[in-house]
């Protein structure tokens, strides 16, 4: 099955970009996605094509108007779509909800400029995401983020095991270390047990690792926590 992936924005020229690279790109290639940009001034008003207007009650910059937005989705809504606005206050964006949105069918992101949008839009969308806590100057590269992370989870674009022991995957915790060739460098050897061949005992040092890892850098993760809670007395 083909995911297609509709991104609704004012720069379509930003599109593929880094996604026509790497594995979105062969996934692209191969037909696992199917990813289209749509200048959002096709659906704008009057003979200049607007899509924006001065906030009410003031302010400084200006807000995307509801109706290209509305003009868009009644054009490229379909049955079993899942609609996207990115957006800073929206859900923080997941491994987890990038895996929910690997299985959907058709995807529509709508990437934001300016001061945002109309509040009446968020009544049309499915999900609004946010890719950190920081504001970008729209929506696009965040698409981009989420695309990439959803692509790679698609069936045929990796290897089936590569996502399997990443960051995040395995209770919240993030990866083990990771070592190659050579077995020294600079002072460092890689540890003992990677090269003992025993991969009952490499698997149990990797997850040791990935606790570690995760209580050090990363306490806020669910791994994390549990991770520190373990060595707490009773």
Not at 24 to 47: F, K, N
């Amino acid at each position: 099955m083909t995911l297609r992936i509709d991104v609704v924005t004012l720069f379509p020229e930003l599109f593929p970009g880094p996604l026509g690279v790497s594995i979105p790109g062969r996934a692209i290639e191969r037909g696992l996605v199917e990813l289209r940009a749509y200048d959002l001034r096709r659906w704008g008003l009057g003979r200049h094509r607007s899509v924006d207007a001065y906030p009410y009650g003031g302010g400084a910059g200006m807000v995307l108007r509801p109706e290209p937005l509305a003009g868009s989705l009644a054009e490229l809504r379909a049955p079993g779509v899942t609609v996207v606005l990115l957006d800073p206050g929206g859900e923080p964006f997941r491994q987890a909800r990038a895996r929910d949105l690997a299985e959907r069918s058709h995807l529509i992101l709508l990437c934001p400029r300016y001061e945002g949008v109309d509040e009446r839009v968020r009544g049309m969308v499915d999900l609004e995401l946010s890719v950190g806590d920081f504001v970008l100057s729209g929506g696009e590269i965040a698409a981009m983020t989420v695309i990439d992370a959803v692509v790679r989870l698609l069936p045929g674009a990796i290897d089936e095991a590569s996502p399997v022991e990443e960051s995040f995957s395995d209770a919240g915790l993030l990866e083990y270390p990771q070592w190659t060739r050579p077995p020294e460098f600079e002072g460092q050897r890689v540890p003992d047990i990677l090269v003992s061949g025993d991969h009952g005992a490499v698997a149990r040092w990797r997850r040791e690792q990935a606790i570690e890892r995760t209580r050090r850098q990363r306490p806020d993760l669910p791994g994390g926590g549990a991770a520190a809670g373990a060595d707490s007395p009773d």
